[in-house]
């Protein structure tokens, strides 16, 4: 089973700056790597698919960036409903897929 | 617009065996794969298996010996059964889309619900 690790578990950032959220896998996963957003008492959103390719609807403020294990989600200017709870999540050797234990994006 | 409900008990006992399912609104079963995720409260995201529209199931491997899906094309439905609950099951259950298998992502989800294992 693929491992994947998130850092930092909470990022507090002031809206209008940059946001730059890390995964690690615990192997290569190529670039089968997705990325989510959950806010509270919601069902995750995907964000981004294959590394970088933006999901339908997704602001072009968030982008996505890496390949083997390291992998990089960037919000460029956060706007307010940016501030939740973001998870990657690996597919490259499946079953079973595997998440990483979430980065929570707070303000500050 | 597709659209994802989950139904189900709020509350199991131990030992017990859980029953949810899914109805797709808006759209077919056909040429997807339909999962199942779990979140504890306040924790992580757990995939728990999904099945292929023909039929074909994939479950994690942590979960295997307890966990059944299923599906109804004619209801446009898919099920979850999960055997010998203990609190540790406890969580929001998530149904999910996934495109293919090259690109194992959940692009739609319902809204979760909530099951509680206790006595």
């Known amino acids: 089973e693929i491992v994947m690790t998130q850092s930092p578990a909470t990022l507090s950032v002031s809206p209008g700056e940059r946001a730059t959220l890390s995964c690690r896998a615990s192997?290569?996963?190529?670039?089968?790597l997705a990325w989510y957003q959950q806010k509270p008492g919601q069902a995750p959103r995907l964000l981004i698919y294959?590394?970088?390719t933006r999901a339908t609807g997704i602001p072009a403020r968030f982008s996505g960036s890496g390949s083997g294990t390291d992998f990089t989600l960037t919000i460029s200017s956060l706007q307010s409903e940016d501030f939740a709870v973001y998870y990657c999540?690996?597919?490259?050797?499946?079953?079973?897929?595997?998440f990483g234990g979430g980065t929570k994006v707070e303000i500050k | 617009q597709l659209q994802l409900q989950e139904s189900g008990p709020g509350l199991v006992k131990p030992s017990e065996t859980l029953s949810l399912t899914c109805t797709v609104s808006?759209?077919?079963?056909?040429?997807?794969?339909w999962g199942w995720i779990r979140q504890p409260p306040g924790k992580g995201l757990e995939w728990i298996g999904s099945?292929?529209?023909?039929?074909?199931?994939y479950y994690n491997p942590s979960l295997k010996s307890r966990v059944t899906i299923s599906l109804d094309a004619s209801k446009n439905q898919f099920s979850l059964k999960l055997s010998s609950l203990t609190a540790a099951d406890t969580a929001v259950y998530y149904c999910?889309?996934?495109?293919?298998?090259?690109?194992?992502?959940?692009?739609?989800w319902g809204q979760g619900t909530l099951v509680t294992v206790s006595s």
């Open positions: 808006g759209g077919s079963l056909s040429s997807y794969y």
């Open positions: 099945i292929f529209y023909s039929g074909s199931t």
């Open positions: 999540q690996q597919y490259n050797n499946w079953p079973p897929i595997t």
């Open positions: 999910a889309r996934h495109p293919s298998a090259n690109y194992y992502v959940s692009d739609y």
């Open positions: 294959g590394t970088s």
């Open positions: 192997q290569s996963i190529s670039s089968t």
